[in-house]
């Protein structure tokens, strides 16, 4: 298998990007997530991963908020953080490599466009290689009801969650 090569999201991916999720997922409601999140959101970043021209991979950051009234934090105007979700690789290409070089590449792009943190609701096991680190070491929750080991939390910039206790808030597009 060729080596993937990610780049920006564009409309004409739109159809692949849906068969990408929907596979990966088994279901259509994480491609019919990202098909809401495209349309809603005011900062949306996509990126695909293509081997041999075949779009195998998606990734999506979308800005979220810090509601610091469940915690003793402030308010985190000042701070750009993204929410990671969904991720998705076709069945086919999983464990070899496409998921990795979206995070990576994602993370850059992330950092290219002035996000400072980024959150993820992902495996345990899998997040901590990119330098996830459990939301709670830094005061942060999730608003779903999920175990803290699952919703992690990366600065790309140094000190852009200290004092940042809170709720994270996802976009209202994930409610449907």
């Known amino acids: 298998m060729s080596e993937p090569t990610i780049r920006p999201e564009r409309p004409s991916d739109r159809d692949a990007v849906y ?7 088994g279901q259509p409601d994480e491609a019919d997530l990202v098909d809401r999140l495209r349309e ?28 610091p009234s469940a915690g003793s934090g402030q308010a985190v105007g000042a701070a750009d953080v993204r929410g990671l979700a969904p991720m998705a690789v076709l069945p ?3 464990r070899s490599g ?11 792009a992330c950092a290219a466009d002035g996000a400072e943190a980024v959150v993820v609701l992902g495996h345990p096991a899998y997040y901590p290689r990119f330098g996830f680190k459990p939301a ?7 608003a779903y009801d999920v175990p803290s080991e699952a919703f992690m939390a990366l600065e790309r910039v140094e000190g ?7 709720v994270v808030r996802y976009h209202p597009a994930f409610g449907g």
């Open 98 to 108: 496409v998921g990795s070089a979206l995070v990576r590449a994602g993370l850059a």
């Open 19 to 25: 068969r990408v999720n929907e596979a990966a997922f």
């Open 160 to 166: 852009a969650l200290t004092d940042a206790a809170g």
């Open 40 to 67: 809603r959101s005011s900062s949306y970043l996509g990126l695909v991963a293509e081997v041999d021209g075949i779009v195998v991979g998606h990734i999506l950051f979308t800005p979220v908020t810090l509601d």
């Open 92 to 94: 086919e290409h999983q």
């Open 136 to 142: 709670s070491a830094f005061g942060i929750a999730c």
